[in-house]
């Protein structure tokens, strides 16, 4: 089994930053990649970025969040810029013991963290 535990969310005014930390432990040596998902009210569970052990990198949030990690501590981080009310969700870390894109592929799940973001 593995465990992940988030930390780092909160509220925050469009514009602002905020990062999120996802610590695995475990059974990590099973993981091969690490991510972000977020969900917001009403709407489904929906694919933000992740992230390899190998260091490859998928994002669909260019240009305003960044996935980074330290492999020595088995943490994933996610860096948010400029945010806006609409990435207003619970973000959700994400593992699996192949490429994650969809929530189907993930194995272990955080317990979530609130991210509100007012105008």
């Known amino acids: 089994q593995v465990q992940l535990v988030e930390s780092g969310g909160g509220s925050v005014q469009a514009g602002g930053s905020l990062r999120l930390s996802c610590a695995a432990s475990?059974?990590?040596?099973?993981?091969?990649?690490m991510g972000w998902f977020r969900q917001a009210p009403g709407k489904e569970r929906e694919f933000v970025g992740a992230?390899?052990?190998?260091?490859a990198i998928a994002d669909s949030v260019k240009g305003r969040f960044t996935i980074s990690r330290d492999v020595a501590k088995n943490t994933v981080y996610l860096q948010m810029n400029s945010l806006k009310p609409e990435d207003t969700a619970v973000y959700y870390c994400?593992?699996?013991?192949?490429?994650?894109?969809?929530?189907?592929?993930?194995?272990?799940w955080g317990q979530g963290t609130q991210v509100t973001v007012s105008s």
């Open positions: 992230i390899s052990w190998s260091g």
């Open positions: 994400a593992a699996g013991s192949c490429t994650i894109a969809t929530p189907k592929d993930v194995d272990y």
């Open positions: 475990g059974r990590t040596f099973s993981i091969y990649d």
